[in-house]
């Protein structure tokens, strides 16, 4: 059955290398239909790859093969809440060491230009810890961060 909503990206003719990458490296994420276009199409001929139904982390997603000259920007991205340093270490470099880029405060970008936030629940937490000085040290903490170090913000939230 057809999700209502479905996440629909654009990619340049590799949605069903980036969907294949996304289920095997994000937890209850799987790849699902393949479409192929039954025409010639612009950026693409008869019987090429046209969509990829694919889930990641449980958000039901669609790759479109829409061709070049659509890029992707930091506005939308997907949030991934990691539990531990191991959980974030493995999805941050499976990301970042697959052609990605790393950016700032937990972010990074694959190599299809997807940006990604790797954040794990303790600085979830931290953020909105009652105390508004534990808060604002976890907050300044992650700010001078690349990829987050929960140990690094569970010390600025003990102050």
């Not at 008869?46 to 449980?58: K, N, W």
């Not at 340093?85 to 950016?103: C, I, S, Y």
């Not at 937990?106 to 105390?131: F, N, Y």
Request: proline share 6%; hydrophobic share 40%.
């Amino acid at each position: 059955m057809t999700p209502k909503n479905t996440i629909c990206l654009w990619y340049d003719g590799d949605a069903l290398e980036a969907a294949t990458f996304y289920s095997k490296t994000f937890p209850d994420s799987s790849l699902g239909k393949i479409y192929r276009a039954p025409g010639d199409y612009p950026a693409g001929k008869q019987g090429d790859i046209l969509m990829v139904e694919f889930t990641v982390a449980g958000v039901p997603c669609i790759g479109l093969n829409g061709g070049p000259g659509v890029a992707h920007s930091q506005a939308f991205s997907f949030q991934i809440a990691t539990d531990d340093q191991t959980e974030t270490d493995r999805l941050w470099d499976a990301v970042v060491n697959n052609g990605g880029q790393e950016v700032a405060c937990g972010w990074c970008k694959d190599k299809w230009g997807i940006s990604w936030q790797i954040t794990p629940r303790a600085l979830l937490e931290g953020i909105s810890d009652p105390d508004p000085a534990a808060a604002k040290r976890v907050f300044e903490t992650m700010m001078d961060m690349v990829k987050i170090d929960i140990a690094a913000i569970d010390a600025a939230r003990r102050g």
